[in-house]
């Protein structure tokens, strides 16, 4: 009896809380993201549903994540393999992996972007497993924009965010993981820059550098690439940079053109004989403008990603791959 009047005090925010449990906003990844390259995952979802896909996202990237820490700790230490992934597996399951199960979530009310979301009311990072070994910890950044969600990894060794978004395809094609209900696309963060042309040409240059010495990456010559572009939330982000930098090079870089001149640019200078092939890339260079909520106005972030051919779609025009095909995906 007790029980049941203290849920029916319960305020509309926290009855929600109960059956969909998602971290709280990390107010210090803004500046962080300022001093130092992160890696991450930025997702696509149905707009006004993404406390419903941070849970999902959530859900599925801790067995992914988990399961990438699983493979490093065999090469540091065999012995104590099965035990972690004994405590990841149960980690996983207190997840809750009824999150994406239509019926119990659209018995919860809408969600939205900026419903509530305050700094008191959500945890600041991801943190479900049973030692430090075996933590699953990322960082929910906030951002201006709705249908949006970006999850960083707070540390500067994190798991190969290219494989983890493999694995998942991987999973979805062979019917071992369920197709996700609110979110449609995963978009693996390999590093962020601010956006400034030395900035974004050294990140480039690493990433190419890094996939072309990858043995299991098949190159045939010359190297066919292509450039893809994002700019999510470019018009709000211009109208809120003053007057006086508009002309500078702050925004010289929004240019798509100027953008892509900048990239290709590097591509060329890490592989000489290489050419762009908007059909069929071998690789594919994919900067996606991050819109960070408390950044200053005139600093913008980017994420960038060097893509293998069977991660990305290039109609209608180059993205990464739908998590799940028809109407939902194109929402995306």
């Known amino acids: 009896m007790t029980e049941e009047k203290e849920e029916e005090e319960l ?131 906030k951002l201006t924009r709705n249908g ?43 590093a962020t820059c601010v956006l400034k042309e030395k900035e974004l040409q050294a990140t480039v240059s690493k990433l190419v550098l890094q996939f072309v010495n990858d043995e299991q990456n098949k190159l045939s010559r010359p190297v066919k690439f292509a450039v893809g572009y994002n700019r999510r939330g470019f018009e709000e982000k211009q109208n809120k940079i003053p007057k006086d930098t508009k002309d500078s090079d702050v925004l010289a870089l929004l240019d798509r053109n100027k953008c892509f001149t900048v990239v290709a640019a590097a591509v060329k200078e890490v592989v000489s004989d290489s050419a762009v092939d908007l059909k069929s890339p071998e690789l594919s260079v994919l900067v996606e403008l991050l819109p960070i909520s408390g950044l200053p106005s005139e600093l913008l972030v980017v994420g960038v990603s060097i893509l293998p051919q069977k991660l990305v779609t290039t109609k209608p025009r180059l993205s990464i791959r739908a998590l799940v095909s028809g109407t939902n995906a194109k929402n995306g």
């Open 148 to 190: 949006l969600l970006l999850l960083t990894f707070p540390r500067e060794h994190s798991p190969n965010t290219i494989n983890i978004v493999s694995n998942i395809f991987q999973s979805l094609g062979s019917g071992s993981l369920k197709s996700p209900v609110w979110c449609h696309r995963i978009f693996p963060i390999q």
């Open 11 to 141: 305020k509309p925010w926290e009855q929600h809380s109960r059956v969909i449990s998602i971290p709280r906003f990390d107010y210090n990844s803004p500046s962080s993201l300022l001093q130092r390259s992160h890696s991450g995952f930025l997702l696509t979802c149905t707009i006004k549903r993404e406390k419903s896909a941070t849970k999902e996202a959530i859900s599925i990237l801790h067995k992914y994540v988990g399961h990438n820490n699983i493979e490093n700790s065999q090469r540091l230490e065999s012995s104590n393999t099965a035990g972690d992934s004994k405590r990841r597996k149960v980690c996983t399951d207190d997840m809750g992996g009824k999150c994406a199960d239509g019926a119990e979530i659209n018995s919860i009310e809408e969600d939205s972007a900026g419903g509530g979301l305050q700094k008191n009311e959500c945890h600041s990072s991801v943190k479900t497993a049973t030692n430090a070994e075996t933590d699953f910890d990322m960082s929910l950044v």
